[in-house]
């Protein structure tokens, strides 16, 4: 394992599981109180790297920059992520700079000291074919700005949600980052 290490499962929804390794974190979203981005842009120009608005996000977006692996648990709502998860993930703005960078011909933001990491996304719901395709295109988007070396989509019920994250967790107790 590296210097970091850290792994963190970021969640939409309460998860029954045990975790008791200190490099991994369980983050239930639902449980925390964090508001929408309202674009001021504040944590590019007023206090870079930091977001303007004080509620649980700036504990949150802190852990992914750092982590070396991440697990994201979403509901799966027309091809794209739940309120929730979604909401988080623009709050996690703050990680990227103002600045443009070209990857593969695109421009992307420059990243604020993240972690380049390995990531799972399992969406779960009642899923259509064509909503599992525009999923996996966003999620192929995101990967530049979200420093993914590579990611990987599960689909699963709501019923299995749980049992797909222990898998997941136990992969990462077998292999090194």
């Known amino acids: 394992m590296g210097v970091s290490d850290l792994k963190l499962i970021m969640s939409d929804r309460p998860l029954d599981l045990v975790i008791n390794q200190p490099d991994i974190h369980l983050i239930d979203l639902s449980a ?17 790297g930091k977001c303007v608005i004080r509620d649980d996000a700036v504990k949150v977006y802190p852990l992914i920059a750092e982590s070396d692996a ?6 799966l709502r027309y091809g794209g992520y739940d309120t929730i998860m979604k909401t988080m993930l623009e709050r996690a703005i703050p990680v990227q700079q103002a600045f443009i960078r070209l990857v ?15 990531a799972v996304i399992v969406a779960y719901g009642d899923i259509s074919d064509a909503e599992k395709h525009v999923f996996k295109q966003l999620i192929a988007r995101n990967s530049h700005n979200m420093n993914f070396t590579s990611s990987r989509v599960i689909f699963t019920t709501e019923q299995l949600v749980e049992k797909t994250v222990a898998n997941e967790v136990k992969k990462w107790q077998t292999s090194s980052f």
């Open 32 to 48: 925390l109180k964090i508001t929408n981005c309202v674009g001021c842009y504040g944590c590019w120009t007023k206090t870079p």
């Open 70 to 75: 991440v697990i994201y648990v979403s509901r």
């Open 104 to 118: 593969d011909g695109e421009t992307h933001h420059v990243q604020r000291d993240v972690r380049p990491k390995s």
